[in-house]
């Protein structure tokens, strides 16, 4: 069963219910019956980073040329 998380627009109180996808969401805050809102708990923040480095080494040749006398 999913938990749905709601916060009140007046008292600020969060709430944590447990309810069927089929349930209808709660509307009004039971303690002060204020305007209940749905309050969406971000799962699966998934942070893609590519940590990929191409190190082109281009090695330049380089020629030592000792010219003997
Ligand atoms: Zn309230």
């Known amino acids: 069963m ?3 998380r ?5 008292c600020a109180k ?10 209808e969401p709660l ?3 039971p303690s002060c019956g204020g305007k209940l809102r749905k309050a969406i708990t ?4 998934v ?13 330049g040749s ?3 040329e000792s010219t003997k006398d």
Not at 6 to 10: F, H, I, P, Q, R
Not at 14 to 23: A, C, G, N
Not at 47 to 59: I, R
């Open 2 to 4: 999913p938990r749905y």
């Open 6 to 10: 709601y916060v009140c627009e007046t």
């Open 14 to 23: 969060e709430l944590e219910v447990f309810q069927k996808i089929s349930d």
């Open 27 to 29: 509307s009004t805050c």
């Open 42 to 45: 971000s799962v699966g923040v």
């Open 47 to 59: 942070f893609k980073g590519s940590g990929f480095y191409s190190t082109d080494s281009k090695a």
């Open 62 to 64: 380089k020629k030592t």
